[in-house]
């Protein structure tokens, strides 16, 4: 378990990358975009820690392609906790006729190989390669914060993830708060659009987890968990609030995959500190502007009327 002391202003801060689909790392351009924007994201917003939340990397040798990622990081003196994507792994499944399983294995042991990089493959006996815990603040035996990183596989999480959160999060005491990242998103993401006042846009279905696995229901029972974490969806990037807990979309950072004209690449910027309270955040864009999601949207339902109309400003 790595611990990071806050800074002597007593603040950390957490670039969240998403999604970055590195293709090939033969200098295509697309890929030498994604680079140059992870670069100037990190001159340009100075994260203490860089997370990146799945879809790292797809097509042949990806291992070329998380060594030509970790040295960005590396030249930066910046290190990652990367989680598995849905997709992460698949090379080693189609090439080499391996289970699923056993693809998301091997991929999650490129990960182990960059000095920079933080990823577990995670407890024996919990599923998912990359469930692990970074800590921030106070001590380590006594955090201030506790960022969760979990394996999302395909579809959901296993019951036994579900079972190592509730006992992590209790062995970490009583005065501490939470975040958590990881790949696809829950089906509260859902309920917080449907239901609940949000900024930001979804110009995407969500596209959840096959079920509901009860994951955030212990997060949120834990009363230290104060905001979740996800991608999968490249066109979406809003956040609300549901039960006490932001669920926040990153935005997504690659251009060797899909995305929509004028909806711009970036990274979420989270900012925490000695307020267990809560974390500020905004998205950083390729452009180079700060994007403060200040764009709010009624629910487009009500629990009691739900053919309520949608109303986006």
Request: with cysteine; proline share 4%; charged share 25%.
């Amino acid at each position: 378990m790595k611990h990071f002391p806050f800074k002597k202003d007593g603040t950390f801060r957490i670039c969240q990358f998403t999604d970055l689909h590195i293709h090939h790392v033969d200098r295509h351009e697309e890929g030498e975009q994604t680079f140059a924007l992870i670069k100037n994201t990190l001159r340009d917003t100075s994260p203490d820690l860089a997370v990146i939340t799945g879809d790292i990397a797809w097509g042949a040798e990806p291992e070329k392609s998380i060594s030509a990622l970790s040295e960005i990081f590396d030249n930066a003196g910046i290190l990652w906790a990367p989680v598995l994507g849905n997709h992460d792994g698949e090379y080693f499944t189609e090439s080499l006729g391996v289970s699923n399983a056993e693809g998301r294995r091997m991929f999650g042991q490129l990960l182990l190989a960059p000095k920079g990089s933080l990823f577990e493959a995670g407890p024996e006996g919990v599923d998912g390669n990359g469930n692990y815990v970074i800590t921030v603040g106070g001590t380590e035996s006594e955090p201030k914060w506790a960022l969760f990183m979990l394996d999302s596989h395909r579809g959901g999480f296993d019951l036994s993830q579900n079972l190592w959160y509730r006992e992590t999060t209790k062995k970490l005491g009583e005065n501490h708060a939470e975040l958590a990242f990881f790949h696809v998103p829950i089906p509260e993401y859902s309920e917080v659009w449907d239901y609940t006042a949000c900024k930001g846009f979804c110009l995407e279905s969500i596209c959840e987890t096959e079920m509901n696995d009860g994951m955030f229901a212990a997060m949120q029972g834990s009363g230290k968990m104060r905001g979740i974490f996800v991608g999968h969806d490249h066109i979406n990037d809003f956040e609300g609030s549901l039960r006490g807990v932001r669920l926040c979309y990153g935005r997504a950072s690659g251009y060797q995959t899909y995305g929509q004209e004028g909806f711009e690449r970036g990274a979420r910027i989270i900012d925490i500190g000695e307020d267990l309270s809560g974390f500020g955040s905004y998205i950083y864009l390729e452009s180079g502007k700060i994007y403060e999601q200040v764009f709010r949207r009624r629910p487009k339902l009500s629990r009691k009327h739900p053919r309520g109309d949608e109303v986006t400003k």
